[in-house]
């Protein structure tokens, strides 16, 4: 069995947000309560941490807490389990405290200790985590960092989450990211009292799960040729000679690995298995599943979809699974049976979205399957698939989750629905009695642009962080108790690394944190701000990538009545300026400071801008050709 091992815990120490007038003790997300007392608590060599009411979970946590603790500081410190020392105290409460609940934590921090109670152990997890973000920064290195006084401020702290389900999604399907990645994701997850990791296991790039009865699907599924460039596009077809090398899959050993990674770190996993579309990979490996027959292959860089305006889209070929092939329910039984012994987690996700119906509505097969059923419309069709997909997920003792389009048919009573195409899904849902998870795109995907879209990766959407941070899992008039939480998506299409991973999730996935652990009361984008800029210090320390896209200018233009264009822009931070050129030069903080909406010449080619504060240039400079800026140009 494997020891527990805790992350490097992130976020903040002692320090000021640029936004605020005083110092503040900086924790993401915000607890539910904080309250700042005079005076500091300070490690030191052979600083105890000592266990009340101790379990071997509370063990473990001590251990790699004083393992953590001495990377950085190099001090030793002692384990007591007697509970009777000064210094670190874990405490399991004899009495529960109802307010708690089971991951709500107290944190008291006084001159001579800190002690962190709580009902269960993933409360004391927390609390750590907690603890963690109040040490100096430099406490994330991976390394002795000498000449640090390493003090906490004495804070009294009572913290709970708001929502049960606190979630992220990684997408290793497009891309393959290994075992050890997707626990680096997991470690960078827990820092921020994230619970929930929702694994896309399976699409038309790749089938990324072992299924030992159906051997193909990560032997033929698995595998694809490279193919690098926007959305790993290609102008051209495969050529059969070219090696299928690209890609990869995780063992049955592996999912064991990492379900039990998470559980040592409360954090549960929950695997997507994407049905009825997005399967071109098990078409690949099992052609018999589809409709039309004949040979598939997994995606290659072809488009295969034609998508068009408001959201309609058909297939070109074929990428989805037939409902009327009786095979296919086989098929379904012996993955979802191998899946469900592998995730303890009570739900299986089974995708259900983008599901392209033109091949359905030419095959006989379909048309006999609605006459003898009785079905009218092909979300019909798709509801018929999804309420047998459902019997079999039910049958290995699981409930259902699936996105939003599982609803255009109609579904079981016991179904659970996952929002993304805004919050209309949810509402409708809900309001139907299904549990849902809120996770829009209006404010939860992370692979939308996060700043000025000529400095980032091209991507067909844009999504800042205060709109992320604008995130209200509970939609007006529904009844909370149907939303279980929320999450943030990270589909990796446009993903090839784990640095670039890191960089299109953070910090964004701060503001999910906050939303989903923090009470709606506490929410304050100011106090955020402040709280985020301190935790790229910390991710500086330790060397963890992130986007400082917050700190670039928003670029908008405008017409007037006599076709006059105008830049207009603003900034997400307060405390900013904004300076400018027309003449082709850089800008520094001795150009033009923009201060309202400005005219653009008629000879200007380009428009450079860059962003201040305190003197220092803190933007990305920004050049924007004019006929771009044309191109955003609304009516005034």
Known sequence: MKKICLPLFLALGFLAAHSQTKPTASVIPVPASLIENSGTFTLH???????????????????????????????????????????????????????????????????????????????????????????????????????????????TIDDQPRFG??????????????????????????????????????????????????????????????????????????DPSEPKTYGGF????????LVKYGQDRFLTIMPEIDVPGHSLAALAAYPELS??????????????????PGGRFEAVIENGLCPANEYVYTFLDKVFTEVAALFPFEYIHMGGDECAKNIWEKSPAIQALMKKEGLKTMPEVESYFVRRVEKIVNSKGKKLMGWDEILEGGISPTANVMSWRGVKGGIEAANSKHNVVMSPTTFAYLDYVQGEPLLEAPVYASLRLNKTYSFEPIPEGVDPKYILGGQGNQWTEQIANYRNLQYMTWPRALAIAEATWSPKERKDWNG?????????????????????????AIVAASKDDK??????????????????????????????????????????????IVTYRD?????KQINIPITELAKRATKK
């Open 291 to 308: 409709c039309t027959g004949g040979e598939h292959t997994t995606y290659q860089g072809i488009p295969f979809m034609n998508w068009f």
């Open 528 to 552: 955020f701000a402040g709280r985020v800029e301190n935790q790229f210090n910390r991710w500086d320390v330790s060397d963890d990538k992130y986007s400082k896209a917050v700190y670039d």
């Open 250 to 257: 995780y063992t049955q050993e592996d999912i064991k690995e």
């Open 615 to 619: 003197g220092k240039q803190i933007g």
């Open 45 to 155: 060599n052979n600083s105890v941490i000592s266990i009340v009411a101790g379990s071997k979970e509370l063990d473990g946590m001590a251990l790699q807490l004083a393992k953590v603790l001495h990377t950085a500081t190099g001090y030793n410190f002692k384990i007591d389990n007697s509970g009777a020392s000064e210094g670190i105290k874990l405490e399991l409460l004899s009495t529960q405290n109802s307010s708690l609940g089971n991951e709500g934590y107290r944190l008291k921090v006084t001159p001579t200790g800190v002690q962190i109670s709580a009902n269960k152990a993933a409360g004391i997890f927390y609390g750590i985590q907690t603890f963690m973000q109040l040490l100096p920064k430099e406490i994330e290195s991976k390394t002795l960092v000498s000449n640090v006084a390493w003090t906490v401020p004495c804070v």
């Open 563 to 608: 076709g006059n264009l105008y830049a207009n822009l603003s900034t997400e931070l307060n405390g900013m300026t904004i300076y400018y050129s027309f003449d082709e030069s850089n800008p520094d903080n001795y150009y033009p400071k923009y201060t309202a909406p400005v005219l653009v010449p008629k000879d200007a080619a380009t428009m450079k």
């Open 165 to 238: 389900w606190r979630g992220l999604m990684l997408d290793v399907s497009r891309h393959f990211f290994t075992k050890e990645e997707v626990k680096k994701f997991m470690d960078d997850m827990v820092k921020f009292k994230f619970n929930l990791l929702h694994l896309h296991l399976t699409d038309d790039e790749g089938w990324r799960i072992e299924i030992k009865s159906l051997p193909k699907l990560t032997s033929v599924g698995a595998w694809r040729i490279e193919r690098n460039g926007k959305w790993a596009n290609s102008p051209k077809a495969a």
